[in-house]
Nanobody
Framework: QVQLVESGGGSVQAGGSLRLSCVAY????????MGWFRQAPGKEREGVALIDKYLSTTYADSVKGRFTISKDNAQNTLYLQMNSLKPEDTAVYYC????????????????WGRGTQVTVSS
């Protein structure tokens, strides 16, 4: 059974950086589609970024040029490098994985982490 565990969240001032990690246990991340999602208080969960089995990446318009998603298959780990953080980036960030086709839709993913809090202050 696959288990995903996020880490790296915290509190940072606007303009700062954080790197989130997501370790997959129970299966290799090779040939996976993996994504980062976030949910702010009172808002719906939204897709942030995804990386497919070919290592091609897709980003939400709100984070393009600031966030970078990557994957280290040898370590079974997904990363999200977040630069130039803004207060509107404040949310709980979740990683998700699929071993079949997936897009930025959360329904495409069967496995989810518990989330890690990111707080950006002005």
């Amino acid at each position: 059974q696959v288990q995903l565990v996020e880490s790296g969240g915290g509190s940072v001032q606007a303009g700062g950086s954080l790197r989130l990690s997501c370790v997959a246990y129970g299966y290799s991340t090779i040939n996976t589609y993996m994504g980062w999602f976030r949910q702010a208080p009172g808002k719906e969960r939204e897709g942030v970024a995804l990386i497919d089995k070919y290592l091609s990446t897709t980003y939400a318009d709100s984070v393009k040029g600031r966030f970078t998603i990557s994957k280290d298959n040898a370590q079974n780990t997904l990363y999200l490098q977040m630069n130039s953080l803004k207060p509107e980036d404040t949310a709980v960030y979740y990683c998700a994985a699929s071993w079949s086709w997936a897009t930025m839709r959360d329904r495409d993913y069967s496995y989810w982490g518990r989330g890690t809090q990111v707080t950006v202050s002005s």
